[in-house]
């Protein structure tokens, strides 16, 4: 049987699927403009900007559920885990939006070493890759498909470290390359780190209860 908070639980869920398919696209357009060297940065902004807004739509709504219907345990852990995927959606926009600045202030890959594009351009295929699983295990609410995000972070951080370590045995001592592709690889490794952060958030929401559909039947 249906309870009240059942519907506003939908329609908070709705703003955070809809988070989800912002974030992935403002992340995708930024990897693929720092990658191939074009400045997408006022897009970006743009996007970014609106996930900022439709996270505090998330968490108005959020706040305005526990104040009308003062949610018991179990539905106050899954207002917790949406708000903490929308901090972590929020989170993505904001990397992006400094892969964005980087790539309008250095001009992208165009000018690396082709090892350092290489090893760009595939951290960002894994990281990008992660933003798509965080956001689909959301969907399909698919613990499993969760449960990957932490042992795809780890791969992620190795290819961090051995990127840096790399970068100190061979690349010059100072260029506009080397400094972009540093801050790039770190921000890609956050963003990694917050797409493990919706993994756990969902696993922690599907554990603790049914889906708003599940409650319909």
């Given at each position: 049987?249906?309870r009240?908070i ?5 329609q ?16 995708s ?16 902004q ?9 996270a ?7 706040f ?36 964005s600045q ?13 090892w350092?594009n ?9 990281v ?5 699983t ?12 969760a449960?990957?995000?932490s042992?795809?972070e780890?791969?992620?951080d190795g290819m961090?470290f051995r990127?840096?370590?790399?970068l100190v045995?061979k ?11 540093v801050?790039?690889a770190?921000y ?6 917050h797409a ?8 922690c ?7 708003p559909?599940d409650?319909?039947?």
């Amino acid at each position: 049987m249906s309870r009240l908070i059942d519907t506003g639980l939908e329609q908070l869920a709705s703003v955070v699927f809809r988070m989800g398919e912002m974030a992935y696209k403002t992340v995708s357009l930024s990897l693929d403009s720092y990658i191939e060297g074009t400045n997408a940065l006022p897009q970006i902004q743009e996007m970014s900007e609106t996930l900022i807004v439709m996270a505090d739509e998330a968490e108005d709504k959020a706040f305005e559920l526990i104040a009308r219907f003062q949610p018991v345990a179990s539905d106050l852990r899954i207002l917790k885990s949406y708000m903490k995927i929308t901090y972590d959606f929020e989170r993505y926009g904001r990397y992006a939006f400094d892969v964005s600045q980087v790539q309008r202030a250095s001009g992208g890959l165009e000018q690396c070493e082709s090892w350092i594009n290489e090893s760009i351009r595939e951290m960002s295929e894994k990281v990008l890759s992660m933003v798509h699983t965080s956001i689909a295990s959301l969907k399909s609410h698919d613990v499993e498909l969760a449960k990957t995000l932490s042992e795809t972070e780890n791969q992620v951080d190795g290819m961090y470290f051995r990127y840096l370590d790399r970068l100190v045995e061979k690349a010059p001592a100072t260029n506009k390359c080397t400094i972009s592709s540093v801050l790039v690889a770190r921000y890609l490794e956050r963003i990694a780190d917050h797409a493990t952060y919706v993994g756990e958030s969902i696993i922690c929401l599907l554990y603790t209860s049914p889906s708003p559909r599940d409650r319909q039947k």
